[in-house]
């Protein structure tokens, strides 16, 4: 549980750039792909943010970017989660078989669309570009860290 619930903030849990930074920092469970657990202490508290939390600016493009792919997102898995045009009792046994995780197993085309507009938005903010290695972004986050720690 986030003390914050703003689009900006949620976008930038759900990039890539997070999700990366949790699985090397987060402790492992089961096998790599799936198993990682998000521990708040190694994970979150040492996330380095495009901004630091609470000093991002507000009436800066990148954070509305950030904020308004978070929100395309958001209403993209709503609409698949509970389609607006399933009506009656029949229909209702389908909607137990659209979960998030059955979603995101599937990965359609327009989820995967979302999540790239979504991670070059997070990427912009850091003033990376949105081509990096996995290593290569891994190794910014740390020197960010490392930089924001002694500061």
Known sequence: MFARQDDYFFGVLHSI???????????????????????????????????????????????????QAARELVQLRDNWLNPPDLTGLKDLSGLKQRTLTNLYNQRPTWLKNAHEKLDR?????????HDLADEEILARLLALNLERAEG
Do not use: C, M
């Open 121 to 129: 938005a997070v990427f912009a903010a850091y003033g990376w570009p």
């Open 17 to 67: 750039i997070h999700e990366l930074w949790a699985r090397a920092t987060g402790t492992q469970l089961r096998e790599v792909e799936s198993g990682f657990r998000y521990t708040p202490t190694t994970t979150f508290e040492t996330f380095p943010f495009p901004w630091p939390p609470g000093q991002e600016p507000k009436d800066d493009p990148r954070v509305e970017a950030i904020a």
